[in-house]
């Protein structure tokens, strides 16, 4: 050993020459281990003397001391920890727990079925062991002599991680159906909102009642008109409003149709309630089904690879103000503006080269925009029909057969700069001639 301090040849450790000449010549008789602390004890004898080098790792950074026969610090490796001359005591070592004998067929305590179920099927089993608590496992893993108690280990392992799998296919099939009834239940407090936005369309249909009882009374040029309340028993007297640039006739004719417009709009909300309703009970049937049910062969199935995580998709964006969503039987996107700033927004907003965009040919109406799940590919006709048809119901020709509705590509379609909004110019148009069709929403799930 090099004596010279702050030199050691490459492999070797440095060492004062005071270490060296109290350490050289000794012989170890003993070693001890304070357990469960990491503290190791060699007892040294030179000639007749017997000393002690404890070294404690930790305690204080961690230090290696040199005591003498009565148990007092002589040297110490670190300028820290204990001083020297001061006694070094020596931890009661802790008795290790008390064997327990396991029978080789029977469950091992701690490797039960619950055990292996809440533990990770991708982890090493040698580290789930600390998923035990202590008292139980300690003395298994102290006192064994044998392996005996890890003789089930296979059967619990194949058992847990058949139950994990079970629960990753479930969970698989489980997601999209919950994001649908996630979905269902939002369109339901929508239709709430719209009913109670939409008032009672009976009340509009007495307002109109009571001016036509009253019509006499009226004049051109009156902006209200206060009427006696015949569905009233007391009779109280009721205000009207009224369009004074129309005639008496002209504000009788808005009132009934603003009834008949409002009684459309309950019956299609009810509809609309009801179509969805009966999906949501029928996905409560399906999750209810599925979240006792296992994959075919199991455990076999079961035990197979996990599939792969579907990679991690983008936030899905609100729709711009004005812009209404609809979804076709094929899976395609309809987009529809529902006013001259909504198809502005559609326009700039949505539209994109690959979808279509639809609009009547001769009249005012909502810009759609067709889009396909699969990018790059023209989407079915069918779905392109339902566009023409969505198309001829938000515009003003309604009403009218053999509606001719423009299709055009988006790439094709141009806003017009400066121009009002949702004025745009297109080329390379297509065409449909498309009827009115009663049952268009009952195909269209909107959201």
Not at 78 to 91: F, T, V, Y
Not at 116 to 144: C, F, H, I, K, N
Not at 347 to 375: E, N
Request: with cysteine; hydrophobic share 40%; proline share 9%.
């Amino acid at each position: 050993m090099d004596e010279t301090p702050g030199r050691s040849r490459r492999g070797q450790a440095p060492a004062p020459p005071e270490w060296t000449a109290a350490l050289a010549g000794a012989r170890i008789t003993a070693v001890d281990h304070a357990f469960p602390l990491r503290m190791l004890r060699f007892t040294l004898a030179r000639a007749e003397r017997t000393r002690q080098l404890i070294l404690d790792p930790v305690k204080a950074g961690g230090n290696l001391y040199l005591v003498d026969e009565e148990g007092l610090v002589e040297r110490r490796w670190r300028p820290r920890g204990h001083a020297l001359g001061e006694p070094l005591p020596w931890p009661e070592a802790a008795p290790f727990p008390p064997t327990v004998a396991i029978p080789a067929d029977a469950p091992s305590p701690g490797m039960d079925r619950e055990f292996w179920r809440r533990a990770s099927s991708l982890m090493d089993p040698s580290r789930l062991v600390t998923a035990v608590p202590d008292a139980e496992l300690l003395s298994q893993l102290y006192g064994a002599t044998r392996g005996d108690f890890l003789a089930d280990w296979s059967a619990q392992c194949r058992a847990g991680w058949n139950a994990d799998r079970i629960q990753q296919w479930r969970r698989a099939r489980l997601a999209p159906l919950e994001k649908e009834r996630t979905r269902l239940l939002r369109a339901l407090a929508r239709c709430a909102d719209d009913r109670r936005a939409l008032g009672d369309p009976e009340l509009r249909r007495r307002q109109a009642d009571l001016l036509a009882a009253h019509l006499s009374a009226v004049r051109r040029g009156m902006d209200k008109v206060e009427v006696e309340d015949l569905f009233s028993p007391s009779g109280e007297k009721v205000s009207l409003s009224l369009d004074p640039a129309k005639t008496p006739q002209e504000n009788l004719s808005a009132l009934y149709a603003r009834y008949a417009k409002a009684r459309r709009g309950l019956v299609e909300i009810e509809r609309q309630e009801r179509q969805r309703r009966e999906r949501l009970a029928a996905l409560e049937r399906e999750i209810e089904a599925l979240a006792q049910a296992v994959p075919d062969g199991e455990p076999e199935a079961a035990a197979a690879p996990a599939p792969p995580r579907p990679a991690a998709t983008a936030k899905v964006k609100p729709l711009p103000k004005g812009v209404t969503r609809f979804h076709t039987p094929d899976g395609c996107q309809l987009y529809v503006g529902r006013s001259a700033d909504g198809n502005d927004r559609l326009v700039r907003q949505i539209l994109r080269g690959h979808d279509y965009w639809f609009h009547v040919a001769d009249g005012t109406g909502s810009h759609v925009v067709l889009r396909h799940c699969a990018k790059g590919q023209e989407p079915p006709h069918a779905a392109m029909l339902e566009a023409a048809r969505l198309a001829h119901y938000n515009s003003s020709l309604r009403d009218e057969a053999a509606t001719v509705v423009v299709c055009v590509p988006g790439k094709w379609v141009r806003k017009v700069k400066g121009g009002p909004p949702g004025k745009v110019t297109y080329s390379h148009p297509r065409t449909f001639r498309v009827d009115p069709d009663p049952g268009l929403f009952a195909r269209l799930v909107p959201g």
